[in-house]
């Protein structure tokens, strides 16, 4: 029984796996992550899971989606192979003498990703199976193509590599007959350090059968040593495939047939930060700590010195205007700019504009008026917002979209919103016949989380010098433009607008105003995108007479009305409206200090704020020429929905609730704030406001759609389905009352 026990002891597959977990454990960190990741663990709020389990290619998750899904992880399989060999292959003398050593190595050491590739296929099988909806057959096609990308990958490396150990042992053992020359082709000092060894008695060879190494034949240290490293100079050179692939895929990365899964992309960017590990540990070897903070060193002067920016900007703004000709974000500039006689100026344009609706609303001498305000929530939020909108328009005849004056609100929500007002302005220009298709729902379900997290890994993080042409200005593509890219390309192109196309129907009436924000995060106030002049929501009415008043949000076209404003394409508004931190890079404006904007939800996830203060600052005008004011209140989550209380009763909750209480309750206290504003708005419009809410209330708890980018089949369904609660039907049967009384 103890020759057993020490012989599995010193089998070459134990004693590699203990050494990976007592040498150089950061290398483990990337089969982490990939685990944590498959079982949603990590990064699951942004739809991190849903890149491996359900990558998507073409817009469609099929058998080519999954066979380059298991190429990638291929090459990361064998990035992990090299990788190791390089950092540990000098403590194993035995493999200097294996005349396949690198192969060998790699049959060895695939304990890790056959464990992986077996959880992985139960995990995805899983989840294509219960939220994706997916039939036996589509099960196997998916995992035929996996398992074919994986093997291809795997078969062409084993033949570059068996071709390379043939010619390096004919090379090499070549020049043993000739002492003199082992001087030659090893460096004097560089094999002279003392390694810490590990014992090996047994292995499975290259044609997978279990030898012995006593029978091996013996080699002077040095000259095993020097077999190893010329396999270290190919492995190096095979890593830099994972590099290359991805700067050229970053390079066309507009081009549908280069842009591979996501999920692809990581595990490409994995192999090849992984070699960079590898090779720092290698090369640098005690050094290895100075090399990385070098590093660092090197980047943050890049990013100071403007040749590497982590920020984006918005297409369509120029940029390039003289410096005397860029806005001043200071104070004094801004109480300049939004004065009082600008204010009462904008205030009277909107209530001419609101005198131009009325006369085309039909014969009613008061007819009701609709605010819509969304909340933000990732695709289910823009899901669920054109769901709800496009539902309720046809219920109504028209009279949502006919009534509705003003439209705003944050993030997903926005993107929804957006998306249902140009699919009824097509409607109105006799470019599609029927605006209630489903087809329009579609589209906006379409996944944009792929074309995000592929261009975060091929070009922002490998080559962030990429170049694109919008209205005769060059900016920097980045993961941002990947983002607007592929919602033009998911909505058939009815979203590739400026802002400035939307501001002669919003004037006249025949569409509704729409007012994306977003949080300026130099000093938290608000930025208002829209066409028309908004100077009258960028200070509170009681500070009209004073000298220093409290300017809280800012009119984008007013303010930057030398950096042509109109340009500005809708999908860069909707992207800053909807900047989720890491996911969407921030973005900067040019202005001095350079403004940087990101989610409009930091302020206010729910339109709630913008909504209160057009409806108090034009009360006049509503008292006198409407019937009834409804705000209509669209949300991804529940207004009363209870949260499972969280108590400090361990070190890691008592550690990490004072950190973290404020993001993960942040929309719990808007709510709790927004509550207040209904109570005291109804007032100043003498009892004629009424608030509607419809709210995504999942059929299960326990499933509820995740604020992200991608939406699963199972998501889409229950999202579609809950406008049919009963609670939500019966705030729809309110709104047609109070539009038909």
């Known amino acids: 029984m103890f020759n057993i026990i020490r012989r599995i002891y010193y089998f070459m597959p134990v004693q590699l796996i203990l050494l990976h977990f007592r040498k150089y454990q950061m290398l483990l960190i990337f089969w982490l992550i990939l685990i944590s990741t498959i079982l949603g663990n990590f990064a699951h709020h942004f739809g991190a899971d849903s890149l491996f389990l359900a990558p998507e290619y073409l817009g469609r998750v099929d058998f080519i989606s999954m066979f380059l899904l298991g190429g990638a992880l291929g090459i990361f399989i064998m990035g992990w192979h090299i990788t190791t060999f390089i950092v540990h292959a000098q403590r194993i003398p035995a493999l200097g003498a294996i005349r396949q050593s690198f192969l060998t190595y790699c049959i060895n050491n695939s304990a890790i990703p056959i464990a992986f590739l077996i959880f992985f296929t139960y995990r995805d099988i899983k989840y294509q199976w219960i939220n994706e909806h997916a039939d036996l057959h589509t099960v196997f096609n998916l995992f035929s193509g996996f398992y074919l990308g994986l093997v291809f990958v795997i078969f062409l490396s084993f033949i570059y590599f068996f071709r390379t150990g043939r010619d390096l042992v004919k090379l090499v053992l070549s020049k043993i007959a000739n002492p003199a020359r082992i001087k030659d082709i090893v460096p004097y ?14 292995y499975i060879s290259d044609t997978f059968k279990v030898n012995r190494c006593d029978t091996l034949e013996r080699y002077p240290q040095r000259v095993l040593n020097t077999i190893l490293r010329r396999h270290h100079r190919n492995a190096i050179l095979a890593t830099s495939i994972s590099y290359l692939l991805l700067l050229v895929l970053g390079a066309f990365m507009d081009q549908p047939l280069l842009r591979i899964p996501a999920g692809s992309g990581f595990l490409l960017f994995f192999a090849t930060l992984m070699s960079l590990v590898g090779g720092m540990k290698y090369f640098l070897r005690s050094w290895e ?22 920020r984006s900007i918005a297409y369509g703004m120029d940029y390039h205007t003289s410096e005397e000709n860029e806005p001043k974000y200071y104070y004094d500039s801004l109480r300049h700019i939004f004065t009082t006689a600008r204010w009462q100026q904008d205030k009277t344009t909107e209530e ?54 003003l439209i705003s609100g944050a993030s997903g929500g926005m993107i929804g919103a957006t998306y249902w007002r140009d699919v009824q302005i097509a409607h109105q220009n006799g470019l599609i016949q029927q605006p209630n298709d489903t087809k329009y729902l579609n589209n906006l379900s379409k996944d944009l989380l792929n074309a995000i997290i592929f261009s975060f890994v091929s070009v922002d993080l490998i080559s962030p010098f990429n170049k694109i042409t919008v209205s005769g200005n060059t900016y920097t593509k980045d993961r941002g433009y990947a983002m607007e890219e592929e919602l033009t390309s998911n909505t058939d192109g009815l979203m590739s607008k400026k802002l400035g196309d939307y501001k002669k129907d919003e004037a006249n009436g025949t569409i509704p105003e729409l007012i994306i924000n977003g949080t300026i995060t130099n000093d938290g106030r608000k930025l208002m995108i829209g066409a028309q002049p908004i100077s009258y929501l960028s200070r509170a009415e009681f500070s009209l007479a004073d000298t220093t008043p409290p300017i809280d949000a800012i009119d984008f076209t007013e303010f930057f009305a030398k950096q042509k404003p109109y340009d ?71 207004e009363a929905e209870i949260l499972s209380q969280s108590a400090q009763t361990d070190l890691t909750s008592m550690l990490s609730d004072p950190i973290f209480t404020i993001q993960e309750k942040w929309e719990t206290f808007q709510s709790y704030y927004h509550n207040y504003l209904k109570d005291y708005a109804p007032y100043f419009l003498d009892n004629k406001m009424q608030f509607l809410t419809l709210e995504y209330i999942p059929q299960q708890d326990t499933k509820t759609a995740e604020l992200n980018f991608h939406l699963t089949g199972q998501e889409r369904e229950d999202l579609y389905n809950s406008i049919y609660n009963p609670r939500n039907q019966a705030v729809v049967d309110t709104l047609l009352q109070l539009l038909n009384h």
């Not at 289910?380 to 009534?403: H, M, P």
Request: net charge positive.
């Open 189 to 202: 000092d560089a094999l002279d350090y003392d390694e810490e060894m590990i014992r090996i008695d047994n």
């Open 289 to 310: 700590i100075m090399g990385w903070v070098i590093i660092g060193v090197f980047i943050s002067w890049l990013v100071f010195h403007r040749t590497f920016d982590l």
């Open 568 to 638: 500005l394409r809708m999908t860069s508004a909707l992207r800053m409206n909807a900047t989720f931190p890491y996911i969407l890079p921030v973005v900067r404006l040019p202005s001095q200090p350079e403004m940087n904007i990101m989610d409009a939800g930091l302020r206010d996830n729910f339109g709630m704020e913008i909504t209160s203060r057009y409806l108090y600052v034009l009360r006049d005008w509503m008292k006198k020429n409407t019937r009834k004011v409804i705000v209509l209140q669209v949300r991804d989550t529940r």
């Open 352 to 405: 001419k504009r609101l005198d131009v609706w009325k006369s085309k609303t039909g014969s009613e001498e008061q007819p009701p008026l609709i605010v819509v305000a969304v909340s933000g929530g990732g695709l289910r939020a823009a899901y669920w917002t054109f769901r709800t909108l496009q539902y309720v328009d046809s219920i109504t005849k028209g009279k949502l979209f006919k009534n509705t004056v």
